[in-house]
């Protein structure tokens, strides 16, 4: 591959690494609770990560460290939502009540079984 398109495609890759980083910290401030800030802290950042390593990985060429930076790529793809995951469940099972644009929302329902709402 030549230098040129190589370099043209880590600069793409690069910059598209730092607007989902931007994208997501955005998301993180203007996200009302735990639960809706889940969503731009993991995917947001996981896709920037994964654009700026393989840019990365484009410019190191075929290396040992490309090796682990495939690592460090699958790595991010199965933590990421997995953690995720277990922090919303956690919350939920702590009883951190979701943001209604009314108020709160009446969580768990009165009465009724945490799961079901019966």
Known sequence: MSNVVKDTLTVIFGLTGVLFFIGGTVGLLRCPD???RLHPA???DTVGSISITVALALQIGLDMALFKILVVIFLLLMTS??????IGRSAFMNGVMPWHKK???PWPLEGGDRWTGH
């Open 34 to 36: 735990l639960y809706s």
């Open 42 to 44: 993991t995917k947001c």
């Open 81 to 86: 939502a997995p953690s995720g995951h277990a």
């Open 103 to 105: 108020g709160v929302v």
